[in-house]
Nanobody, 123 residues
Framework: VQLVESGGGLVQAGGSLRLSCAAS????????MTWVRQAPGKGPEWVSA????????YYADSVKGRLTISRDNAKNTLYLQMNNLKPEDTALYYC?????????????????WGQGTQVTVSS
């Protein structure tokens, strides 16, 4: 199983970024997927989740209306479109897999994580 994030970078407040997570080594379309972020000195914070077919999406209140999760099962890729970024969005962003047979919920334990991509938002 491999999850490789990309698309992070330095952006000014109000700007946009699109993160990608390329999945391999498993049947991507069979798993719910999530984005989790970790800011310096803080614990992991769940950001967003999506079900296997992409019909159902979930967001933390802090990002609702600004971030959009999506997936392309034909390309085995998960996305996070980030608009109107704020300095408090600065963090290392990880994509992570929900275990097979599990449906995403706030307390579900994730079984595989990528290495992360850094997002830095300047004020």
């Amino acid at each position: 199983v491999q999850l490789v994030e990309s698309g992070g970078g330095l952006v000014q407040a109000g700007g946009s970024l699109r993160l990608s997570c390329a999945a391999s080594g498993f049947t991507f379309s069979s798993y719910d997927m999530t984005w989790v972020r970790q800011a310096p000195g803080k614990g992991p914070e769940w950001v967003s989740a999506i079900n296997t077919g992409g019909e159902s999406t979930y967001y933390a209140d802090s990002v609702k209306g600004r971030l959009t999760i999506s997936r392309d099962n034909a390309k085995n890729t998960l996305y996070l479109q980030m608009n109107n970024l704020k300095p408090e969005d600065t963090a290392l962003y990880y994509c992570a897999r929900v275990p097979y047979g599990s449906i995403w919920s706030p307390g579900v334990e994730l079984d595989y994580w990528g290495q992360g991509t850094q997002v830095t938002v300047s004020s």
